[in-house]
Nanobody, 127 residues
Framework: VQLQASGGGLVQAGGSLRLSCSAS????????IAWFRQVPGKEREGVSC????????YYADSVAGRFTISRNNAKNTVYLQMNNLNPDDTARYYC?????????????????????WGQGTLVTVSS
């Protein structure tokens, strides 16, 4: 069971990137998938989540309206479209998967709820 995050890179402020989270060994549509990010020296922060149980999506206040999480079940991939990026978005981004059905509205950004993690992809936004 593996998750692979990709799509990071260097972008200027105001630009866009699309991150991808692909899975091997399991079917992503059976899992709740979240994106987290982390800056060295800081705690990991929940960015967005796509619930497997009812299709609900959740966003951190800092990215709401700029980021969009989506799924392509045929490709077994979850995406994070990031628009209007700013330097505060600079971080390593991780995707995570959870199989249990939980009250995701209240716990989606708790990293301990997730069973599998990708290796992360670095996003750098220059000013």
């Amino acid at each position: 069971v593996q998750l692979q995050a990709s799509g990071g890179g260097l972008v200027q402020a105001g630009g866009s990137l699309r991150l991808s989270c692909s899975a091997s060994g399991f079917t992503l549509d059976e899992y709740t998938i979240a994106w987290f990010r982390q800056v060295p020296g800081k705690e990991r922060e929940g960015v967005s989540c796509s619930s497997s149980s009812d299709g609900s999506t959740y966003y951190a206040d800092s990215v709401a309206g700029r980021f969009t999480i989506s799924r392509n079940n045929a490709k077994n991939t979850v995406y994070l479209q990031m628009n209007n990026l700013n330097p505060d978005d600079t971080a390593r981004y991780y995707c995570a998967a959870a199989q249990l059905i939980l009250p995701w509205a209240s716990v989606w950004n708790a990293d301990v709820k997730y069973d599998y993690w990708g290796q992360g992809t670095l996003v750098t936004v220059s000013s």
